[in-house]
Each structure stands twice: as C-alpha cells, then as structure tokens.
C-alpha cells in the first residue's frame, strides 16, 4: 500500500533492535484517514471471502480493525491483555508473547463475543515473530469458527512471523513488508 509506505518513510524511523516506531500515526497518535485507507485496502483484499467478524487484539489494533470491519459491516472484537473486573463471563485466552514490550500476556475474548461457525478475519498493527496472530487464531479455532485470513498493517519479513503464519495455512495479506531496518535504516520488500 503505497500511502502507508510513504507514512513510513516520512514520519516512521527504525531504532536499533529491530524496532520501527511508527508512533505518529499509528500506535499513540492515529491519522484518522491512514486507517480509514487501510480499513477500504483490507476490504479490498479479502473480497473474494465471506467475513463474519473482525478479532483484533488490544491496543493498536483496534482502530484499523474496526475501520476494516465498517469497511465490510460486520462486527469488531479484541482481545485483551488484561482482564476486566467486568469480565465474569467465561472466555477463551492463550498466551502470547510481544516482541516489542518483551512480555507475554493472557489474551481473552468472552465466548458471547466469538460465536461458533463464523469465519474471522483477524487484524493487527505488526507481525515480527507471529505470536499475537497465531494467538487469535488459536482463540477463533478454540470457539468452533475458521480463520479465513490475517491481515496485517506492518510486517517485518525478515522476522519468523511471515513464515510461521504460512505454514500454518493461513492466508497472509500485510499492507507494507519490510525487508530490513539494518543499521536503522528501513527498506522494503519489492512488491
């Protein structure tokens, strides 16, 4: 996607570890329209699939997430990290771990939230090494409904996440690749 790649270039800087930080427009402060272009292009790119909900995961996924969905008017969920005192109902949740904060958490979904024989697309702002998607896969197949794509806002390619997610089967359609943030510098995969 060309204009999130010039938002990259323009306001988005790689710091050593393999960092990028994008925090301009995408994990703290949000440019409305990027993520109502990204929402249209998500849409776009799985047309070709029926779509019951959208599952992201809390937090810099929720707003590309629910622009998709308004995109395809079908529901949003997240997961989230942390569990509410209001959650008292029963869920699914797994483990997964964050290469950026260097944590793992307990994701949940209440089960009232993640019907049975639905075909989820789930979304979310990275992939590095996959653990959060493969994490909401885990929870769509735990509730009895089909992953039907991950897609994904920024990919780090030469991170495990890419490869861990196809040999797992699922479809994989990431808005822009990076190739490599070597010595801080960004450059992309060829389309």
Known sequence: MELLK????????????????????????IDPRLCVSMGKEFAARFSDVKIDRVLTIEASGIAIGLMAALEMNIPLVFARKKKSVLMTEEAYST????????ETSNISVLKKFMPQDERVLII?????????????ARIVEAAGSEVVGIGIVIEKSFQAGHKRIRDAGYRLESLARIKSLENCTITFMED
């Open 6 to 29: 010039q938002y990259i270039i323009k306001e988005g800087f790689a710091l050593p570890g393999n960092v990028l930080k994008v925090d301009s427009f995408l994990n703290h402060q």
């Open 95 to 102: 483990d997964v771990f964050s290469y950026t904060k260097k």
């Open 124 to 136: 979310d702002d990275f992939l590095a090494n996959g653990d959060a998607a493969l994490g909401m």
